[in-house]
């Protein structure tokens, strides 16, 4: 799903934190995280759900991360 990034495509945009973090529901505050990218945290469900969480608001981009 998304851009195919190859080339001379390039995304860029505010990073701003999920909200809630692990994003399994919606976000509380949709409007803070338009046309961002938005950085949320892996677990309590799959990436697809977390996608499709996300999915309900514009945003240019979801980068998943795992902390140790």
């Keep these: 799903?998304?851009?195919d990034l190859?080339?001379?495509?390039?995304?860029?945009a505010r990073l701003v934190v999920g909200d809630?973090?692990?994003?399994?529901q919606d976000p509380t505050d949709e409007a803070k995280?338009?046309?961002?990218?938005v950085i949320i945290q892996r677990g309590d469900c799959m990436f697809i759900e977390?996608?499709?969480?996300s999915l309900n608001f514009s945003q240019v981009g979801l980068s998943i991360i795992a902390l140790m």
């Design 1 to 3: 799903f998304g851009l």
């Design 6 to 12: 190859k080339d001379d495509v390039k995304v860029s």
């Design 20 to 24: 809630p973090f692990r994003m399994c």
């Design 33 to 37: 995280l338009r046309q961002k990218i």
């Design 50 to 53: 977390k996608v499709n969480s």
